[in-house]
């Protein structure tokens, strides 16, 4: 069954605020095996700048994604997350995410398409400080394999 076309323009509540914190990101930015001392060394980071430690830019997924569970967890829109794929990702950052961040995340749904039997879902994450500052805009597409019958709304 296809998603519910009515979601385009709905937006979720803001998540609880995120506190970021400089053991995460020096966790994340192992993951990614990027060891610029921005990211782990506070004085590195203030000599470049920055109040203290910076998250990579791609840390802004961990906000992002658990903010995705408002849309994921909503039976009304009718998402089978078993048969879900990530499509695409990207960042748009209005300042860096530092050590200390208080965040919190909105999500919309800016667009539902049906193609070859799948939906398309892309939803847009607003990430900012507790205190209204914006400071990342994520876009993700999440396609939900199989939900159409084939030829249906191609």
């Not at 385009?8 to 914190?21: F, N, Q, S």
């Not at 109040?51 to 998402?79: C, K, N, R, W, Y």
């Not at 999500?107 to 539902?112: E, R, T």
Request: net charge negative; glycine share 8%.
């Amino acid at each position: 069954m296809p998603l519910d076309q009515s979601f385009i323009g709905r937006e979720y509540p803001p998540t609880a605020p995120y506190e970021v914190g400089r053991e995460k990101i020096r966790e994340f930015a192992a993951a990614i095996k990027d060891d610029s001392p921005l990211y782990r060394d506070a004085d590195a980071a203030k000599a470049a700048g920055y109040p203290d430690v910076i998250a990579p830019p791609t840390f802004a997924v961990i906000l992002s994604m658990a903010a995705h569970d408002a849309i994921v967890e909503d039976p009304q829109l009718g998402l089978d997350y078993s048969r879900v794929v990530h499509g695409q990702q990207e960042f748009t950052h209005h300042r860096s995410i530092r050590a200390g961040d208080r965040l919190v995340t909105v999500v919309h749904v800016d667009n539902i398409k049906t193609r070859a039997g799948n939906d398309f879902l892309t939803v847009r994450a607003e990430i900012g400080s507790v205190d209204g500052e914006p400071v990342c805009t994520a876009k993700s597409m999440l396609v939900a394999r199989g939900t159409t019958e084939e030829g249906e709304g191609a």
